[in-house]
């Protein structure tokens, strides 16, 4: 069977992995990316939310900074992204025990652990709502197959695969190139602050 696999990048941090099926063997839909799109239903590819893509960012940030207090507005300057999306973000992240928040004046966010100590898949999985890739893996009596067919448990273990290699990486790995990131996040130039 014919398959088209691709990953590209979408964040300094985040990879959409994309897995097309070109002569639909497996008897869902008619060759297309992988979707259980039918009547009324919304297509959708496989791909980590906003929240997930942020966090890491927000992780790789705050770990590059080593310890020095760093704002959510230098991060969403540096990133380029909504600030308000990363209240919450670092906000659940600090109920998650990655972070520390210091309040107040003079206040911002530092890692909580060390990068050794956070693994990449655990973060995906605790800031993914779902990971379900058709609608049969996230809901039952979906698909008129879905009781003898193999895609659900082939996708199930594709799924596990992609979480098993992001669980071989902490956030330590993200962040081996320290000076190239750090340049590129211009840390040396903002005003971060010493714990």
Known sequence: MPRHRS?????????LVSVQVT??????G?????SAAGPGLTEKK??????TDYALRVLIHVA????KLITISDIAERFDISKQHLMKVVNHLSQKG???TVRGRGGGIRLRRK???V???????ETEDKLDVIGCLGQRGYCRIERVGVLRGVLHDAIQAFLDVLDGYTLADLIKPQRVLSSLLLLDQHAARGP
């Not at 008619?30 to 992988?34: A, I, K, T």
């Not at 496989?46 to 929240?51: E, K, Y």
């Not at 590059?64 to 310890?67: E, K, L």
């Open 30 to 34: 008619s060759g297309s990316e992988l």
């Open 46 to 51: 496989m791909r980590l939310t906003l929240h």
């Open 119 to 125: 693994n990449i898949g655990r973060v995906v999985r």
């Open 115 to 117: 990068p050794r100590d």
């Open 64 to 67: 590059i900074a080593d310890g």
């Open 98 to 100: 990655y972070l520390d």
């Open 7 to 15: 990953a590209k990048t979408i964040s300094p941090c985040v990879v």
């Open 23 to 28: 002569d639909g063997e497996f008897g869902c």
